[in-house]
């Protein structure tokens, strides 16, 4: 099975704390050893967003925000990539191909981010497209996708499946209302409708979830389904459970 991980730096490390990176290390050594082949896509989180806003009040235009903003994300991939140890590349990848030949070679590859004006939500989804992931699972800070931000409204509701075109929608809806964040942002949810992912958006704040949905599709958040899939994908058995 071939499975991309998307840990939002909010989820990874929202504080300096080992403890937490490990966890969710052991669970991605864990799916490796079982047979998954893994890409990983780290995120910048809070942090990342501090040293942006620091540096937009010293005057940085966009593009040396976004670039600050991947540096940051690969200082978490490299967190990640310590706890790892000799499954992993040394280094986060910081390209496609280079991630391709990483996976092929049996490794474990880490990245954070490639370039300005893309997020890790869109490069995680651009990854799993490249290498024709079985399955894209967002490990973010919230459990799933809302019909609206669910920090500014209260009556939003968490959708437990839906299309990728309904899930663009969403997130377009979502995008507009100033102050509002979504689970994934809208050039990943265009590159998840026009792949054809099947994807999952989950809390990833307790890495054992993480595992449940690649191993076994169980999970609390929410299934982005491509359209016209029928029967559930038999990478999931269902004697595992």
């Known amino acids: 099975m071939n499975v991309v991980v998307s840990i939002g730096g909010s989820v990874l490390a929202p504080d300096l704390g080992a ?72 280094a986060p990848v910081k390209d496609y191909e280079q991630a391709g030949e990483v996976l092929r070679d049996g490794d474990v590859c880490v990245m954070g981010g490639v370039a300005p004006a893309q997020t890790t939500d869109a490069v995680s989804a651009a990854l799993a497209e490249y290498t024709n992931a079985d399955l894209l699972v967002y490990a973010t800070s919230v459990p799933g996708v809302f019909s609206a931000d669910p ?20 997130i377009a809806d979502i995008e507009m209302s100033a102050g509002s964040s ?3 942002d809208l050039l990943a949810a265009k590159i998840i409708e026009r792949s054809g992912m099947r994807t999952i958006v989950l809390d990833g704040t307790e890495p054992e979830r993480i595992a449940s949905a690649v191993r076994y599709g169980d999970h609390e958040g929410t299934d982005v389904v491509p359209e016209g899939v029928g029967d559930e994908p038999t990478y999931w058995a269902e004697d595992e459970r």
């Open 182 to 184: 979504a689970p994934v």
């Open 19 to 90: 403890n937490r990176v490990e966890d969710h290390a052991d669970v991605i050594r864990e799916l490796a050893d079982e047979g998954c082949s893994i890409g990983t896509v780290v995120g910048g989180g809070g942090v990342a967003r501090e040293y942006i806003s620091t540096a937009r009040n010293l005057g940085a235009n966009e593009i040396e925000l976004d670039q600050l903003g991947i540096d940051v994300t690969r200082l978490n991939a490299r967190l990640l990539i310590a706890a790892l140890g000799e499954a992993v590349v040394p």
């Open 151 to 170: 920090n500014e409204d209260p009556d939003a509701e968490r959708f437990e499946e839906i299309t990728a075109t309904e899930l663009v929608d969403t």
